[in-house]
């Protein structure tokens, strides 16, 4: 009896080992299929956003007030972009400077630059629109510096007015 019992039990045994077998045989191809689909498909990369192209400078018959409009493009900004200094031996290195600027400050701060830029194009006596007297007037200088410059020149002419 103990031998019959040994042998059904063995025999369960085989049969539950066999069927676990197809199991894992059939788990283990569900995988490997997985697998390859996985290898397969791959996740799409992330590229680092490019910085956006200068724009085209001006021709030298155009106004560089008409001057296309940079934009900051730094998300937060410490002001460095506003310490940088500004090289304007002539056009394509002042539009390069400003280019360089835009991108290390945000969009509030330099358009704040570019306003005082086109004030001081505009309205100081000693340039008045003429675009090389003003690249002698900020050629070294620091977008502070400028800022601070027409914030003088405002209260200057306050005064006078007032």
Do not use: W
Request: net charge negative.
């Amino acid at each position: 009896m103990k031998r019959t019992h040994l042998v059904g039990i063995l025999l369960v045994s085989l049969l539950l080992l066999g069927c676990s077998e197809d199991q894992d045989a059939d788990s283990a191809q569900a995988e490997n299929e997985s697998s390859e689909i996985s290898v397969n498909r791959s996740a799409p990369s992330r590229t680092a956003r490019a910085p956006a192209a200068p724009p085209a400078a001006p021709s030298v018959d155009e106004p560089l007030i008409s001057a296309p409009r940079l934009k900051g493009q730094a998300e937060t900004s410490d002001g460095s972009g506003m310490d940088m200094i500004i090289y304007a031996s002539d056009r394509r290195e002042y539009q390069e400077s400003l280019q360089l600027i835009a991108e290390q400050s945000t969009d509030q701060q330099f358009q704040q630059l570019d306003a005082a830029l086109r004030y001081l194009m505009i309205n100081d006596p000693s340039i008045m629109n003429k675009e090389q007297l003003l690249f002698e007037f900020v050629n070294g200088k620091t977008g502070t510096e400028i800022m601070q410059a027409t914030a003088d020149l405002l209260k200057a002419r306050d005064s006078a007015d007032g």
